[in-house]
């Protein structure tokens, strides 16, 4: 059953600050989250192009980064949880104040090691080896980030 007690006043200014949090982290993940890599490589096929003459075709290699949306979900639940304990479930004060101050903190830090983490392993794949003609196998960085593979040629 849902309380219907109001948070305390003197709580309020931590919530809206793990919120501020939250949204902030939000956003410079969804922002900083992104990248993308190309290459074409190995020799040209030729490819009649219907006037009498050849073209040449490459297979090429295209690597998308972009945010996961499991990430922004985690943050909005760490926020959640944190919000429901702090109003209803904590002792006092004290320890309201503690579990939304560790709720930012791990909001922040999540944010924080997702970013590095998907950019990293993103740098890694983007300088990895890749033969035209085989399929491109890759480690995705689950949930930090999602990944699309386009192979073309």
């Given at each position: 059953?849902?309380?219907?007690?109001?948070?305390?006043?003197?709580?309020?200014?931590?919530?809206?600050?793990?919120?501020?949090?939250?949204i902030?982290?939000?956003?410079?993940?969804?922002?900083?989250?992104?990248?993308?890599?190309?290459?074409?490589?190995?020799?040209?096929?030729?490819?009649?192009?219907?006037?009498?003459?050849?073209?040449?075709?490459?297979?090429?290699?295209q690597?998308?980064?972009?945010?996961?949306?499991?990430?922004?979900?985690?943050?909005?639940?760490?926020?959640?949880?944190?919000?429901?304990?702090?109003?209803v479930?904590?002792?006092?004060?004290?320890?309201?104040?503690?579990t939304?101050?560790?709720?930012?903190?791990?909001?922040?830090?999540?944010?924080?090691?997702?970013?590095?983490?998907?950019?990293?392993?993103?740098?890694?794949?983007?300088?990895?080896?890749?033969?035209?003609?085989?399929?491109?196998?890759?480690?995705?960085?689950?949930?930090?980030?999602?990944?699309?593979?386009?192979?073309?040629?």
């Amino acid at each position: 059953m849902l309380s219907t007690r109001r948070a305390d006043p003197a709580v309020s200014p931590r919530i809206r600050r793990v919120v501020i949090v939250a949204i902030v982290s939000a956003a410079v993940y969804w922002l900083l989250t992104t990248a993308s890599s190309g290459r074409c490589d190995g020799p040209g096929t030729q490819v009649p192009d219907g006037n009498g003459g050849l073209l040449v075709s490459q297979e090429c290699l295209q690597l998308t980064l972009s945010p996961s949306p499991l990430m922004v979900v985690a943050f909005a639940v760490i926020l959640l949880v944190a919000v429901r304990r702090a109003s209803v479930a904590s002792i006092d004060r004290a320890d309201a104040r503690r579990t939304l101050d560790r709720a930012a903190t791990a909001i922040a830090l999540l944010a924080a090691a997702a970013v590095v983490i998907s950019l990293a392993w993103f740098a890694v794949l983007a300088g990895s080896e890749w033969t035209p003609g085989t399929p491109f196998s890759y480690l995705l960085p689950f949930p930090f980030a999602a990944l699309d593979v386009e192979i073309t040629g």
